[in-house]
């Protein structure tokens, strides 16, 4: 210790920053960018850098013909962190139709050979090396857009939460028991005791409803040990979830996400064009069924609707992946499937008014895959218990939880959204790790 | 399982609710209101329920005599889970200026006896008892207007960030090596690997900004696995990160926190000041340092100050809890002190530009304790190298975090701030636990 960064806190002061997004703001005048040297092309006495930072991208032109040039122009190399001065200048061949008439760089901190090229339209690199060399991929500005997009997603889902009465919440997610079912955990030396982290927290937003908040969310991590590698697994990812007391069963569930989900939409159709358009992606096209109103349809009509149109013969309480996908196609991107079988859902899951060997419970596939689970959930103390006991569970196990029940408990459901899940699904994207800053997975801990 | 609750979808379908709140609104009309039986009161014909519903509580008058009553009326009891049907009668006496005359009650879920009261001014309840019975403490209005507001400081956490170009990221909670040092970590079996719980998103935060997003923030769930039990200790709490590229020191850092926690106080007085009447706060009079400029003290100066007024004499370096209470006491209530010595923060702390032996770093005490602390960054690879050899650790045991540096690293900075001890330290409440809806700790686990 004792000696000091290279960059010392002189080489920003004073200097007022201008965002490359907002250079247009200044046409003519002389302005300092802060940012990463993306591209570097040199043609003669003329040297032309494109500046990233977090705004977008900006060409800098340097002529030293003109006078304008220096060491760290001729030195400056690809990634490396920059400030740069120079005046704006409108050009209509370039992104934002301005350029900046470079007159000073200096490079901050400079970049390391780079492992692969991240200046190319798309980047041509193994999922492995880009996850190992995580700083540099998300620097490319797709993996930027998509992030901006999640971002937007998640708060897009808290605001619509916020006007529609919940309350934010965190529950715990070291845990004493499961909630979900004995497999896939994670185990937790908490101070000498066994503990667990948390698959979801369904216990706890139940109890949270059973406070007296009524209408909770909560944004936070979650966890499976699941021991698979495939594009839809992580094992670790962000959970949307809603608990909403005083409903009378899934359909309120469904109508509130549906309505959340418009609103969603329209805000990153208003809100994120460019994001989008850097994506190709066009969300009125991928998933049409947003606009309106999601399908609803129980899981033996779209196991029958398989089997007619696609010869599909699936087990009994079952979609494999590719039902799911033929039936976002076949539904216009997305659909509610109602219904599940009693076996194929949790204890606490409420049995369907009619069909007793059906559930009051719901799944929303959205290109392709399931992004949500939700349903109405058992709120009275004495059939939690018999379904627990039903599936060979003690009661005893989860006495904090079947106790709450025991206090004045309205009827209740909720949802569980992927937030990796519903971003890929929106954007199409491949593989959930493309959501994911930085995964865990069944070979991946680090970085 | 295959029985029903007793609670049927019927008990809702059909009825417009209409919540606590919002009674006055229909004055003269019938409404029926779901929600908790508060306190009931029988005299003679009469039979007096407070409703309590996420809204607030209100009166429910029944006059038997008038022939309004029934059995449910006789028997509902004590936090029973009830749907009432009545009258909106303007009456001066009551809370909100209205009650119901009621006529009708349905009684959705029974409560079973209490194992202490919550329909008094205020819990008279030991903590342990109220933390094992949380859905039951949880319910007493001043615990409501707690996590009203918690939930407002962090989602004015999240709107300042969102308008001074912060995104929000999420970085991995099971890691694989320790950020904060090697102590206090909780060891998790990570498919037969060890790993361990994050103790702060500090190195993630820190590779996002070099990511390019340059200022990102984040709420979520921190772990330290510290075998103590005092008020001020909680094993999981909520941070709330801020990672800022492109900084000139510490200063900035708490020039935003400032303008943060303005907004902040500006916000709660102005959108909660009925959750802030029943706690019994006054922000202005409780923090007047929040309403300007926040005092800025180094360390050593404190220190003298506590030596001078009150002959306090501590080792270097350090402040305790009573030199933290009385330092706010002296100063409006919140002070940054800063200038800490570099042995006493962490391997990533920036030196200060003038004293190598101190850090360019702060803390921000308020209303006694320590809510946040942060500094500028060590930003260059090779000074962070030799930090961390000088503290005797393998600099290749970090290689994801040190190699992030070697590709355009801008000079940065941040915070993190414990959301249960903000909300703490504004409310005046003497126990973590208070702000914390399901608290760990080295005797709890469940619920």
Redesign the interface.
Known sequence: ?????????????GEQ?ILAAEAGLHEGRVITL?G??YRVRRMGALTFVLL???SGIIQVVFDRSAGAGCDAVDEVGV????TVTGAVRAEARAQGGFELVGAGLRV?????T?PFEINLPQLKVGQDLAL?????S??HPRS?AV??IK?AI??AF?DFS?RH?F??????????TATEGGANL??????G?R?Y?AQSPQF?KQ??V??????VFE???V?R?E?HNTSRHI??F?SLDWEVG????ATEVMDLEEAMLRELVAKLRAEHAADLAVLGVDLETRMPALGGRIPRMALSDAQQLLAQRHGKQLPPGDLDPEGERLLCEALGGAVFVTDYP?ETRP?YA??H?DR??LTDSFDLLMGGIEVTTGGRR???RA?LE??LV??GLDPQAFA??V?????????HGGLAIG?ERLTVALLGLGNLREA???P?D?DR???
Chains 1, 2 share one sequence.
């Open positions: 210790m004792g000696q000091h960064d290279a960059t010392g806190p002189q080489c920003l002061g920053r802060f990463w040297a990233r930072d977090r990634e490396d962190a920059i901050i901190s400079r970049a390391a780079l190992d060399h995580r700083v540099l998300l620097r930027q992030f901006r971002a998640i708060q808290r916020v009465g309350i934010e919440v965190q529950t715990p997610k070291i845990v004493a994670f185990p937790v030396d908490y101070l005791r503990a982290l706890y109890m949270l059973l406070s007296g908040f009524e209408r944004v936070g991590p966890y040990a021991p094992n670790e962000t005083w409903i009378s069963g009693v204890a409420y049995p008014p007793p060997a058992l709120s009275e059939a018999a379904s039903a599936r904090y939880y106790e709450s029940f025991g206090y004045g408990s309205p009827p937030a994911t800053f930085f865990r069944i801990l680090t970085p």
